[in-house]
């Protein structure tokens, strides 16, 4: 199939439509907003429904109520407005609701700026919202994988009954790239448990509210037991020169991208670096950044934040070598940045 160029929020967006999203609802906020572009353009033509809600905080609790009839749905924001969102993300959680969540990352904290950031790793990872709850979350790298996983997303919701997040920095919506379009899905799982009306079976109910102590416990316990299959089964990271580095840097999203050549360019100055790339933000690929850090003497984190990635960095590397941070806001660094660092590094330490 022949490549097209294409803005990164339009790939995301056409990609939910191949995956068969039937609804989008949303409120516009940069640099998310031609996402929703997107789709006012196209669902008039496919027979979906767009609709731009009032607040953010109606937008996803229409996105609950279309999700629990069965439909792929999806929305898409930015910080604040994944902030306001908060409340019927946690909703959609315990109801088991499988749907789509896009937050096109800008800067903050508060109304921040349009620049790109990865400062929304903490509200995205942890939940973000009330009660004992995850949300699976993804972070592409490229504007092909925009499209590829903006329509896994939509097959791992409906697997595993859960909301996933597509978390991109700002930059990456915006940039073009040449991507190969996917096909369409054409094959859609059961859902016996939608409320697509009950002529002749029982009711189907879909309810967050639980009022008996041990009720509410054992939902949890069911839920929590859902959340360890998916810790086993589908942390995903990849691996770049880290079977020799002494330095092992992790890294998520389009900074990836970026460490990568840094990492060509310090061992073409002699010091053997590696990169880690997680591609799953929650489940966090542990075992593969343990397994990858076993032989190296330093570990560093390079994010588009003041630091948030490298507390589970820590926690996976469990105190056997130093984690280290390399953190901008507001700004993408370049290679040459990166490589720099390394080099400081490894002059630091005498492996020079």
């Keep these: 199939m022949n490549k097209v160029l294409m803005k990164g929020n339009e790939a995301l967006a056409e990609g939910a439509l191949r995956a068969g999203c039937e609804a989008f609802f949303g409120y516009p906020i940069t640099p998310s907003s031609e996402i929703a572009e997107y789709m006012a353009r196209k669902f008039p033509l496919i027979g979906g429904t767009f609709l731009q809600a009032e607040s953010e905080l109606a937008a996803i609790n229409m996105v609950y109520g279309a999700s629990a009839t069965g439909k792929r749905v999806m929305t898409a924001s930015s910080g604040p407005g994944i902030s306001l969102k908060q409340e019927g993300i946690s ?13 096109v990352s800008r800067g903050g904290p508060g109304l921040g700026g349009i620049q790109p950031a990865q400062s929304d790793y903490f509200q995205a990872t942890r939940g973000g919202g009330h009660g004992d709850y995850r949300i699976m979350v993804l972070a592409p790298s490229s504007v092909q994988e925009m499209m590829d996983l903006a329509m896994e997303s939509f097959e791992l919701a409906d697997h595993y009954r859960i ?7 700002g930059t990456l919506g915006q940039m073009m790239e040449p991507v190969i379009p996917r096909e369409k899905v054409t094959q859609f799982p059961d859902k016996p448990w939608a409320t697509t009306g009950c002529r002749g079976r029982k009711p189907n109910i879909v309810n967050t509210l639980h009022l008996g102590a041990d009720e509410i416990e054992q939902r949890n ?11 086993e089964k589908e942390s995903r990271g ?11 840097i992790v890294a998520f999203g389009l900074m990836s991208r970026i460490v990568k050549k840094a990492v060509m360019e310090a061992r073409r100055n002699g010091v053997k670096a590696g990169l880690i790339r997680p591609v799953t933000l929650w489940p966090f690929p542990s075992e593969i950044v343990s397994q990858a850090t076993q032989n190296a003497k330093r570990v560093l984190t390079a994010e588009i934040s003041m630091g948030q990635m490298i507390e589970d960095v820590r926690l996976a590397v469990n105190g056997r070598v130093p984690v280290e941070l390399y953190g901008r806001v507001g700004l993408v660094p370049g290679p040459g940045e990166i490589t720099a660092q390394i080099m400081d590094i490894a002059h630091r330490e005498g492996w020079l």
């Design 238 to 248: 990849e691996t770049f020169l880290v079977e020799d580095a002494d330095l092992v």
């Design 221 to 231: 316990i069911h839920l929590q037991n859902k959340y360890k299959e998916i810790g």
């Design 91 to 103: 909703f959609i959680a315990e109801a088991e609701l499988p749907c789509l969540i896009v937050n």
């Design 163 to 169: 909301p996933v997040m597509l978390m991109a920095e």
